[in-house]
Nanobody
Framework: QVQLVESGGGLVQAGGSLRLSCAASGRTFSSSDMGWFRQALGKEREFVAAITWNGISTYYADSVKGRFTISRDNAKNTVYLQMGSLDPEDTAVYYC????????????????????WGQGTQVTVSS
């Protein structure tokens, strides 16, 4: 069984920074690609960032590229999302997830390729 717990969300002003953490338990973390997704009120869940199992490659949505950084520490079973230059449009519940299916190949944005999800952490950016 895989469990994911996000933390680090909160209220910040536009232009500020926030670091999210996702602590994982179970046997799949160190050998699995990981992703961050977000869902704003009234909108569909969307891809934010992904990182390969060994941390060598990262992928970002165009909307966050240059502002967000995904990283992982397999020794700590934790994946991070460092968010900078935050904008009110970044307001959403942020979820981490484990990618187990590879139907999308190098396309890491497909929600259905991720088998396990955390409960999410709220990020609110004020203007």
């Amino acid at each position: 069984q895989v469990q994911l717990v996000e933390s680090g969300g909160g209220l910040v002003q536009a232009g500020g920074s926030l670091r999210l953490s996702c602590a994982a338990s179970g046997r799949t973390f160190s050998s699995s690609d990981m992703g961050w997704f977000r869902q704003a009120l009234g909108k569909e869940r969307e891809f934010v960032a992904a990182i390969t199992w060994n941390g060598i490659s990262t992928y970002y949505a165009d909307s966050v590229k240059g502002r967000f950084t995904i990283s992982r520490d397999n020794a700590k079973n934790t994946v991070y999302l460092q968010m900078g230059s935050l904008d009110p449009e970044d307001t959403a519940v942020y979820y981490c997830a484990v990618r187990l299916y590879y139907g999308g190949g190098l396309n890491y944005t497909r929600l259905n390729d991720y088998a396990y999800w955390g409960q999410g952490t709220q990020v609110t950016v004020s203007s």
